[in-house]
């Protein structure tokens, strides 16, 4: 693998964000340094290179965007009940910015701050230092380490974290990916298959039940590569609540599990297989996408993007019978997630 590195611009407060380009087997992807951005992702496909992650051309394109592209989300992927949570007997209050709920980390995400990279041997690493206060709710100070590996076909994410006092914690990478190419239009081709026969039902403001729901005879049953289309059409209570899939499918009933094969998908001749040490993925069909420009003038619909956001059950700091997503002082934090490419 090799890096390039160049200017990609600079934020509203005058940070400048930087571009790495790594490139591997004719392979390429663009991270940026503001919210550790996956910003394309170049597949070689028939002979040609196709950009099958959804991203913008400018700084100001993501500063402006509220879908979180191809952003590391932080603290706390994914939502939060009524925007708060309890730890050691106290009430922590969080920023409710998704109705009552909190979503993605609050007003002031990892996906909103600038990230120091440097090259190692055959990766990039991006760090972050979360400082107390900076987001509402979360205690100590957070050391945030990124590293992006890209070899044969397979992009690599691992995350490791430290804190200064215990904290919750659960991070994501939040890539909207169209196999047909980032400006090809809705996802609802793409077939799907995610191994688990196991969601956690939501209730209308998205937020689990705390119950398990097996997927047989329901949209929700893609243990088998299955075209998303019907089931994002179909009348089932859970598809209606979410809009469509919004759901993480359960792949685990312990925090850790090994590197193993959560999900695939495939569109128009290639393959993306995702593995993950986390014990649940999120499909997001891309349902409140809602018409942002994107790179080269691409209008991003609604679901024109689909993500697999490994992580933590949601509401999980909040759920007492799901794997508890907390940091304990003095111990590290860590996560690894692959998506691998393929010409099917």
């Known amino acids: 693998m090799t890096i390039e590195k160049k200017p990609f611009g600079e934020t509203k407060d005058g940070k400048v964000v930087e571009l790495y380009a790594l490139k591997d087997g004719g392979m390429i992807v663009e991270i940026i340094t503001l919210g550790a951005i996956i910003r394309s992702v170049q597949v070689p496909v028939r002979d040609t290179l196709r950009d099958v992650a959804l991203g913008f051309d400018t700084v100001e394109g993501y500063e402006a965007n509220k879908g979180y592209h191809g952003a590391v989300i932080g603290r706390i992927s994914n939502r939060v009940a009524k925007a708060c949570y309890k730890m050691d007997g106290k009430t922590y209050k969080l920023d409710a910015n998704d109705g009552a709920n909190s979503l993605h980390g609050g007003f002031v995400g990892f996906d909103k701050q600038v990230w120091t990279a440097k090259e190692e041997q055959s990766a990039l690493v991006l760090t972050l230092v979360d400082k107390e206060g900076t987001a509402a709710g979360y205690p100590g100070?957070?050391?945030?380490?990124?590293?992006?590996?890209?070899?044969?076909?397979?992009?690599?994410?691992?995350?490791?974290?430290?804190?200064?006092?215990?904290?919750?914690?659960?991070?994501?990478?939040?890539?909207?990916?169209?196999?047909?190419?980032?400006?090809?239009?809705?996802?609802?081709?793409?077939?799907?298959?995610?191994?688990?026969?196991?969601?956690?039902?939501?209730?209308?403001?998205?937020?689990?039940?705390?119950?398990?729901?097996?997927?047989?005879?329901?949209?929700?049953?893609?243990?088998?590569?299955?075209?998303?289309?019907?089931?994002?059409?179909?009348?089932?209570?859970?598809?209606?609540?979410?809009g469509g899939y919004d759901h993480n499918w359960v792949l685990s009933n312990?925090?850790?599990?090994?590197?193993?094969?959560?999900?695939?998908?495939?569109?128009?001749?290639?393959?993306?297989?995702?593995?993950?040490?986390?014990?649940?993925?999120?499909?997001?069909?891309?349902?409140?996408?809602?018409?942002?420009?994107?790179?080269?003038?691409?209008?991003?619909?609604?679901?024109?993007?689909?993500?697999?956001?490994?992580?933590?059950?949601?509401?999980?700091?909040?759920?007492?019978?799901?794997?508890?997503?907390?940091?304990?002082?003095?111990?590290?934090?860590?996560?690894?997630?692959?998506?691998?490419?393929?010409?099917?």
């Not at 298959?193 to 039902?201: D, E, L």
């Not at 019978?321 to 860590?334: M, R, V």
């Open 141 to 242: 100070d957070l050391e945030v380490t990124v590293k992006y590996t890209l070899s044969g076909g397979e992009l690599g994410i691992e995350y490791t974290a430290t804190c200064t006092k215990d904290t919750p914690i659960n991070l994501t990478n939040h890539v909207y990916f169209n196999l047909a190419g980032h400006d090809a239009g809705d996802v609802g081709n793409h077939k799907m298959q995610i191994f688990s026969h196991k969601i956690t039902p939501v209730d209308e403001t998205l937020i689990p039940t705390g119950e398990l729901m097996d997927v047989t005879d329901t949209a929700f049953d893609l243990r088998e590569l299955t075209v998303i289309a019907p089931g994002l059409s179909s009348d089932c209570p859970q598809i209606n609540l979410g």
């Open 254 to 344: 312990e925090a850790y599990r090994p590197l193993t094969p959560a999900a695939a998908t495939e569109c128009d001749g290639l393959s993306m297989t995702c593995a993950t040490t986390k014990p649940g993925i999120q499909f997001y069909s891309g349902n409140m996408m809602q018409g942002e420009t994107g790179k080269g003038g691409a209008v991003y619909s609604k679901r024109t993007g689909l993500c697999l956001e490994t992580q933590y059950w949601p509401n999980s700091v909040n759920t007492v019978q799901f794997p508890a997503p907390l940091l304990k002082k003095g111990e590290t934090y860590n996560h690894k997630t692959t998506y691998l490419f393929r010409e099917v």
